[in-house]
């Protein structure tokens, strides 16, 4: 009996010393017990007035840097929950998220294909290999948001929420020279809010206060400019202005948006 005992108490003391050491303060059991809580149904005659609008998220403003977060930046939470079948993504040919692309299609926006000559160490024949490299996180600076901002009568507020979000992938010639950027995918949002609620962003200023991705879209914690709002030719403000008007106009789009709530109440 002792000497079982004593194998009992070996074998407790080896666990507790070989356990891994836990790399703060405490167990942080917040994010795990949070629930989400789901968007409330809009009635379609409680929408007073409506409008879409497509903004740009710039992620080299300061606010906008947990974007680029080494550890887990955003655009490898989304790449990473698509393959791993968490979410569904949309082909960037449209944004009204009418295509959605397989697994195959997926891997194949996220892995540019190239090839490379190498010599044969024994016959010393060049040949052409095939190689696939997986788009750098960094190369994608900017994403769209697409947003619908909506004015609630029953509740007499103006409300906004958050259809889809696309990464941008910036392109260069072989000189390193910039040439365009272009959408990789759609993200549908709604059914995203699920997901990004479990990961964690980097909240600058105070670790005890975790806050999600979901959180940041949420509350609007982050930096953005209009580029598009709905009209009757779908033009981008860039084809109607230019310089300094252009940054004059959607700053008047985003005014009118905001001041529309307070109008209802004045009028």
Known sequence: MKQILFVLVI?????????????????????????????????????????????VVDVREKINLPFMYPEKPFFEIMTKAALDNQIDLYSAEFDDFS?????EEIYGSLYERDTLVRI???TYVEEIVPIENSINYENVKRF???????????????????????????????????RFEKPLFWM???SARETLSRELIF??????????????FEIRKFSS?????????????????????????????????????????SF
């Not at 295509?99 to 697994?103: A, D, E, Q, R, V």
Request: aromatic share 10%; net charge negative; charged share 30%.
């Open 11 to 55: 074998l407790c003391t080896h666990s507790i010393l070989t356990a891994q050491p836990l790399n703060d303060i405490t167990d942080r059991n917040v994010l795990k017990e949070k629930r989400l809580m789901p968007y409330q149904p809009i009635h379609e005659r409680d929408i007073l007035w409506e409008k879409k609008v497509w903004r």
């Open 203 to 216: 909240n600058e200023g105070n670790d005890s206060s975790p806050l999600t991705w979901e959180d940041l």
């Open 225 to 265: 400019h209009i580029y598009k709002t709905s009209n009757v030719r779908n033009n981008r403000l860039q084809e109607m202005y230019s310089g300094v008007d252009l940054l004059l106009e959607a700053d008047k789009l985003n005014q009118e948006i905001f001041n529309y709530e307070h109008d209802r109440w």
């Open 99 to 103: 295509k959605p692309l397989t697994k």
């Open 144 to 178: 769209r948001i697409k947003e619908v901002w909506y004015f609630d009568s029953k509740t007499s507020s103006l409300n906004v929420r958050i259809l889809g979000i696309a990464p941008l992938l910036e392109s260069y010639d072989e000189n390193g020279n910039f």
């Open 120 to 122: 044969d160490p024994i």
């Open 188 to 190: 549908y949002y709604p």
